[in-house]
């Protein structure tokens, strides 16, 4: 059952994650999961290196259980211009690596855009590339489910993925707000809950991906959380939740952690 809760360091509204780091480890922050655009390895421009993190982390005790890989344009597995999807995957390989040296246990990965610009048979060659990477750093794949619209919007586009591989680093990163606009939890745990090696817990009123905290959306939450223990899913609660306005981050994490205690 899982019981720790790992905590977003939201990178677009606070750059400084290594400082950010430091604040929530001071109200019990315990794990964190940390957007690659934040870490200047992945993306040139950010202002925080791996090694400024990774001494954050160690002067803290604190771990990283998650990176989420840049996405959208070339950064997408399934875009179908070769080229491109060749410079997003080297990009993705440096995430892989940079995990593996911060210890984290996986990286999220976003399949696609809209159509024409992405396709499976891109998507499945990129899998397969980065499994190789994976499997050499000890690291884990999660493929996210998408919002309406994208190529990874319905069950079977991860479906086709799970079935085409047989690694254990590769799995599914369930996350809610965006099953929450495309039909719902119980109909993406159906599918593909036996492959969850991971989760963005956020909330939403079903029609726009606005990351509230869980309880102000229309998610039921009691439900959602028996569901992945039936499906086995060996945790952590991964927030991916927003500040409301005037929340602190300490807010934000007692809210958090009041749902999933």
Same mark, same amino acid.
């Given at each position: 059952?899982p019981e720790?809760?790992?905590?977003?360091?939201?990178?677009?509204?606070?750059?400084?994650?290594?400082v950010?780091?430091?604040?929530?480890?001071e109200f019990?922050v315990k794990?964190?999961?940390v957007g690659?655009?934040?870490?200047?390895e992945?993306r040139p421009?950010a202002q925080?290196t791996a090694?400024?993190?990774a001494?954050?982390?160690?002067?803290?005790?604190t771990?990283?259980?998650t990176?989420?890989?840049?996405?959208a %344009?070339?950064?997408?597995?399934?875009?179908?211009?070769?080229s491109?999807r060749?410079r997003?995957?080297a990009v993705?390989? #440096?995430s892989?690596?940079?995990?593996?040296?911060?210890g984290?246990r996986?990286?999220?990965f976003?399949?696609?855009g809209?159509?024409?610009?992405?396709?499976?048979a891109s998507?499945?060659?990129?899998v397969?590339?980065l499994?190789l990477t994976?499997?050499?750093?000890?690291?884990?794949?999660a493929i996210?489910n998408?919002?309406? %619209?994208?190529?990874?919007?319905?069950?079977?586009?991860?479906?086709?993925?799970m079935d085409?591989?047989t690694?254990?680093?590769l799995?599914v990163?369930?996350?809610?707000?965006?099953?929450?606009?495309?039909?719902?939890?119980?109909r993406?745990?159906?599918?593909?809950?036996?492959?969850?090696?991971?989760v963005?817990?956020?909330?939403?009123?079903?029609?726009?991906? #606005?990351?509230?905290?869980?309880?102000?959306? #229309?998610?039921?939450?009691p439900?959602?959380?028996?569901r992945?223990?039936?499906?086995?899913?060996?945790?952590?609660?991964?927030?991916?939740?927003?500040?409301?306005?005037?929340w602190t981050?300490?807010?934000?994490?007692?809210?958090?952690?009041?749902?999933f205690?």
């Amino acid at each position: 059952m899982p019981e720790r809760q790992v905590y977003w360091l939201r990178d677009f509204e606070r750059p400084d994650v290594d400082v950010y780091l430091r604040e929530v480890a001071e109200f019990g922050v315990k794990e964190v999961f940390v957007g690659g655009y934040a870490i200047a390895e992945i993306r040139p421009g950010a202002q925080v290196t791996a090694k400024a993190l990774a001494q954050a982390l160690a002067d803290t005790g604190t771990a990283v259980h998650t990176i989420h890989a840049l996405f959208a %344009g070339e950064m997408d597995l399934g875009i179908a211009d070769e080229s491109a999807r060749a410079r997003g995957l080297a990009v993705h390989e #440096t995430s892989l690596r940079v995990a593996a040296e911060l210890g984290a246990r996986n990286v999220v990965f976003h399949i696609g855009g809209k159509q024409p610009q992405v396709t499976m048979a891109s998507v499945l060659r990129s899998v397969e590339q980065l499994l190789l990477t994976a499997e050499e750093v000890g690291v884990d794949v999660a493929i996210e489910n998408l919002p309406p %619209g994208l190529l990874g919007a319905e069950p079977q586009d991860l479906v086709t993925i799970m079935d085409a591989f047989t690694s254990p680093r590769l799995g599914v990163c369930l996350d809610t707000g965006h099953a929450n606009m495309t039909g719902g939890c119980d109909r993406w745990l159906d599918a593909v809950g036996a492959h969850l090696n991971m989760v963005h817990l956020h909330d939403n009123l079903g029609d726009s991906d #606005t990351h509230l905290p869980p309880g102000m959306g #229309t998610i039921d939450w009691p439900r959602l959380k028996a569901r992945l223990r039936e499906c086995g899913y060996p945790g952590p609660w991964v927030s991916e939740t927003r500040s409301q306005p005037g929340w602190t981050a300490a807010q934000l994490f007692a809210h958090f952690h009041e749902v999933f205690e």
